[in-house]
């Protein structure tokens, strides 16, 4: 067992950044993992009047921040990882936030304009989340996910906050969560795996853009596979025992776009794996089909496409 400790901290991910640790393939690692805010968000005093603001109090350049990298030995470019969510342990308490200007409902459409900076410190007790409203706390069941999960991509580097189909990142997919597996391509020597941004609870589309934000223990098992055996078509993908999904996550796309992106994908997998004709695939998942609407917000609109695995086994 291997452990990443939490003030190992990356702001970018990218084929020049440095690992923190190297671990063999088949390992299992925890990844101590701080929440979006790096921790500086603790109260309901503790708002942020803009984006630009947050940052600051923050002091880092760009929020996000992902534990890692670690190097996978023997991991190359052409092979993939298979990452295993084996387990995310809370704490005691998340917090969300709304900051003007970010969210759905930023300019144009006007709804945020009588809105002032607001945080809530949400308390979780055992399988639930407590949102602090006027009306009461609400009870919410916890779903825990990894927000932010990335490779290195191939050539630059890029900020942990934004996405790509190349290294996957900060999509806010609910699916990334335990019990389901990653298939990530490796575009670099040893793949440089990182993750961070765990949410206790996040609605479809996290249109706030604040999700209730935890610092975490994350669990996972990473093995190096070679091309058959990741049975790997364009899209980072996330599969279950009861699914298969591809994430259509190409950033600057329109959601509809990035849609189109996870179905193809999909598509191209059930022909070349599961040995159904492209029209057979097309009119299953047309009836089956399953989408996901990850984020919604500007340039971050990503998607699951997913198949029950009943329909295709």
Do not use: W
């Given at each position: 067992m291997f452990r990443v400790k939490r003030d190992k901290q990356a702001f970018f991910v990218g084929p020049d950044v440095e690992p923190v640790m190297e671990v063999p393939d088949g390992a299992t690692v925890i990844f101590e993992t701080v929440d979006c805010f790096r921790g500086v968000v603790e109260n309901p005093e503790d708002c942020f009047s803009s984006y630009g603001e947050c940052l600051k109090v923050m002091d880092v350049p760009c929020m996000n921040p992902v534990t890692g990298p670690i190097a996978i030995q023997g991991a190359s470019p052409g092979d993939f990882l298979a990452v295993e969510i084996l387990d995310?342990?809370?704490?005691?308490?998340?917090?969300?936030?709304?900051?003007?200007?970010?969210?759905?409902?930023?300019?144009?459409?006007?709804?945020?304009d009588d809105l002032v900076p607001d945080t809530r410190i949400c308390k979780i007790d055992g399988d639930h989340v407590y949102l602090p409203t006027s009306r009461g706390d609400i009870k919410i069941p916890v779903s825990p996910m990894i927000g932010t999960i990335s490779v290195a991509p191939k050539k630059e580097r890029i900020?942990?906050?934004?996405?790509?189909?190349?290294?996957?990142?900060?999509?806010?997919?609910?699916?990334?969560?335990?019990?389901?597996?990653?298939?990530?391509?490796?575009?670099?020597?040893?793949?440089?795996?990182?993750?961070?941004?765990?949410?206790?609870?996040?609605?479809?589309?996290?249109?706030?853009?604040?999700?209730?934000?935890?610092?975490?223990?994350?669990?996972?098992?990473?093995?190096?596979?070679?091309s058959g055996e990741a049975e790997f078509a364009g899209c980072p993908q996330i599969n279950g025992d009861e699914f298969i999904g591809s994430i259509g996550c190409h950033f600057?796309?329109?959601?509809?776009?990035?849609?189109?992106?996870?179905?193809?994908?999909?598509?191209?997998?059930?022909?070349?794996?599961?040995?159904?004709?492209?029209?057979?695939?097309?009119h299953l998942l047309s009836q089956v089909g399953e989408v996901r609407v990850c984020q919604v917000l500007g340039n971050h609109q990503a998607a699951l496409a997913k198949v029950r695995r009943r329909f295709i086994e």
């Open positions: 995310i342990k809370l704490p005691e308490k998340g917090a969300t936030s709304y900051i003007p200007n970010l969210g759905m409902f930023s300019s144009p459409y006007q709804l945020t900020a942990s906050f934004k996405f790509g189909a190349e290294h996957l990142g900060n999509v806010d997919c609910k699916e990334i969560t335990t019990g389901n597996k990653l298939i990530l391509p490796v575009n670099s020597e040893g793949a440089l795996l990182a993750m961070g941004d765990v949410h206790a609870v996040q609605g479809d589309g996290e249109i706030s853009c604040v999700a209730v934000e935890v610092a975490a223990d994350v669990t996972v098992k990473i093995d190096i596979l070679a600057g796309n329109a959601i509809s776009e990035n849609i189109k992106y996870a179905y193809f994908d999909l598509i191209q997998r059930l022909k070349n794996y599961y040995g159904f004709s492209v029209i057979d695939a097309y």
